[in-house]
């Protein structure tokens, strides 16, 4: 009984991730971490290696690995933005839903640009030209986000039609003239007039 136990531990893949928000600034990257803990060093490995500069610290028998991990597949095959179980890293939004919205600002906010195209969602902020450009070269996106594809992969395993809609509030490249709050304020009321008229219509 306690060798099958063993064996059912060792297969037993066990991930528990656990976020510290330690009361910071949500925009302070540097003050967010997210805890990984392995049952087998096999669980955790590639993780492991996909971790930029590492420190690990020995404590209590135990080795700890600490770094930055931008969540990444690329150390397990996948290809750069691959999803686990859906093979193309693009999920389509909805055409009806898209062309709708597309209306909506052009008839509610008519004084905003709109586009349509790639939204790219990852686990940083974007602030610099040049992880703009990289995201842009790699996968030809239109802006970035850190909410949307969570929900996008969701609605697309389910089949259920989405959109994503993005208010942007600066270009990554040091050009924003606008206070954060005030273009929150605005973004908000404008947001809100968008989602009725695409409802109503």
Not at 107 to 136: L, M, N, W, Y
Not at 168 to 193: L, N
């Amino acid at each position: 009984m306690r060798k099958l136990r063993t064996i059912m531990s060792l297969l037993l893949v066990f991930l528990l991730i656990v976020s510290t928000h330690p009361g910071c600034d949500a925009k302070d990257e540097s003050s967010i971490k997210t805890g990984i803990i392995g049952a087998v060093d096999e669980e955790v490995d590639s993780l492991k290696a996909a971790v930029s500069d590492a420190k690990i610290t020995l404590l209590g028998g135990m080795e700890f690995c600490e770094g930055m991990h931008d969540f990444d597949l690329t150390p397990l095959g996948y290809a750069p933005g691959q999803l686990d179980g859906i093979g193309s890293p693009s999920l389509p939004a909805d055409a009806g839903m898209r062309e709708s919205a597309v209306n909506a600002v052009k008839q509610c906010a008519p004084e905003i640009h709109v586009f349509e195209g790639r939204v790219c969602t990852g686990d940083q902020f974007i602030s610099s030209a040049e992880q703009k450009d990289a995201i842009v070269s790699e996968f030809g996106g239109l802006c970035c986000e850190m909410e949307g594809g969570a929900i996008a992969q969701v609605c697309y395993q389910n089949e259920i039609p989405f959109v994503i809609i993005r208010a942007i509030s600066d270009k990554a490249d040091g050009s924003a003239d606008m206070d954060y709050t005030e273009f929150v304020h605005d973004t908000a009321v404008r947001c809100a007039a968008i989602t009725r008229c695409m409802i109503a219509h």
